[in-house]
Structures are given as structure tokens and as C-alpha cells.
């Protein structure tokens, strides 16, 4: 399973009453697929822009589960620096 677009909304953490992380879950499985299926960038991309994998904007790349690799790395980053790892116009 591929979920496809992971971001800090689609995350939902349980503390218990002093605070402490008792699980973590993804949520919002709507765009999410398998991992058999042949996906190519372009007509395949879906998401967020912020969180995406560089594979997925280019048209007739191929792309796999590395994509989720590739948010989880770029939610971490936003945790520990307060920002996006990657701001622009384009």
C-alpha cells in the first residue's frame, strides 16, 4: 500500500493525560493504492506539492513505496526545523 499523500494533517497522534505518545496513525487513505500497480509521474502524481518525491512531478518517470520514504523525511524535517525543506515560487 502506498498512501501518496502523508503530510503532518494526515497523522494523528494519541497522548495520554501527563502527555506521552501512546500510538501514532496514518489517516486519509483516499488517494492511497497498491504497490503493484505500474505508476509513472504526470498522470500518476497525486498529493501534496510540499511533500511529493521529485519522481512524481516529471512526466514518464517511473516511481514506487519510495515515495512515502520520501514524505516521512520531509514531515522530520519540518519537525525538527519548523520549516519546509524546499520553499519557492516554482
Given at each position: 500500500m502506498i498512501h501518496f499523500d502523508l503530510k503532518p494533517q494526515n497523522?494523528?497522534?494519541n497522548l495520554d493525560f501527563i502527555g506521552i505518545i501512546n500510538d501514532v496513525?496514518?489517516?486519509?487513505f483516499g488517494l492511497s493504492g497498491t504497490t503493484e500497480q505500474e505508476?509513472?509521474?504526470?498522470?500518476?502524481?497525486?498529493?501534496?506539492?510540499h511533500y511529493m518525491a521529485p519522481?512524481?512531478?516529471f512526466h514518464d518517470v517511473k516511481f514506487d513505496k519510495r515515495i512515502d520514504a520520501w514524505a516521512l523525511g520531509?514531515?522530520?524535517?519540518?519537525?525538527?526545523?519548523g520549516n519546509l525543506p524546499f520553499v519557492g515560487a516554482t
Open positions: 497523522i494523528l497522534v496513525r496514518i489517516c486519509d505508476m509513472k509521474g504526470g498522470r500518476d502524481s497525486r498529493g501534496t506539492i519522481e512524481m512531478l520531509v514531515i522530520l524535517y519540518r519537525l525538527i526545523t
